[in-house]
């Protein structure tokens, strides 16, 4: 079953936006701290962002600080990735995973991701 | 470049015994817990090991985690086909507060 599904990628112009949002499924969203981790295709692991079950802790990559914001909506199960000032170097495939809290646990389910391509 | 520093390859025969290394600072690896993961072709990465050296439901005892001030290690002992993959470490970094990865290791089944 999925259990961690997103969407929202696509293809968009340098210095626009783009809105990613991840539909989480058959555990207690609420529970835990969920993350984005980001990989451009044939490259390393890139983690983006993270933000605790309650949203009062949020960290973020140096390299979208920012520019990026992650929120979710517990009642509705849903993760989002607000990504402004979009570059090329943003261009990956995004995938959504749950943690434990930001800082600790590991990241124990991922869905299957959502590409963002930032081209002109 | 990656915060944590792994070997990019590794090799190995059927039964063969292999070790991949991850190293890093007081900062990551040095103050807090080591996870790996591993990237099939195609797919979504998966926890492999958790905590240093805890694994998963499903994960082969095969695959085993070590760690010893700031490096760590994830050991196959007797390699089978299936085990060809990606794998990277990861650890919580206290001077970046962020999740740092390996560039990761590409395992490769001779």
């Known amino acids: 079953e999925e259990q961690l599904v997103e969407s929202g990628g696509g293809l968009e112009q340098p210095g626009r936006h783009l809105r990613l949002s991840c539909a989480a499924s058959?555990?207690?969203?609420?529970?835990?701290?969920m993350h984005w981790v980001r990989q451009i295709p044939g490259k390393g692991l890139e983690w983006v962002c993270g933000i605790s079950w309650n949203s009062v802790t949020i960290e973020y990559a140096d390299s979208v600080k920012g520019r990026f914001t992650i929120s979710r909506d517990n009642a509705k199960n849903f993760l989002y990735l607000q990504m402004n000032s979009l570059r090329a170097e943003d261009t990956a495939m995004y995938y959504c995973?749950?943690?434990?809290?930001?800082?600790?646990?590991?990241?124990?389910?991922w869905g299957r991701g959502t590409m963002v391509t930032v081209s002109s | 470049q990656s915060v944590l520093t792994q070997p990019p390859s590794a090799s190995g025969t059927p039964g063969q015994r292999l070790t991949i290394s991850c190293s890093g600072s007081?900062?990551?690896?040095?103050?807090?817990?080591v996870h790996w993961y591993q990237q099939l072709p195609g797919t979504a990465p998966k926890l492999f090991i958790f905590?240093?050296?805890q694994r998963p439901s499903g994960v082969p005892d095969r695959f085993s985690g070590s760690k010893s001030g700031t490096s760590a290690s994830l050991a196959i002992s007797g390699l089978h086909s299936e085990d060809e993959a990606d794998y990277y470490c990861?650890?919580?970094?206290?001077?970046?507060?962020?999740?740092?990865f390996g560039g990761g290791t590409k395992v490769t089944v001779l």
């Open positions: 995973v749950k943690g434990y809290t930001v800082t600790t646990g590991g990241f124990d389910i």
């Open positions: 007081s900062s990551n690896i040095g103050g807090n817990i």
């Open positions: 990861a650890s919580w970094d206290d001077s970046l507060t962020g999740w740092v």
């Open positions: 905590s240093d050296n």
């Open positions: 058959t555990f207690n969203f609420e529970d835990y701290a």
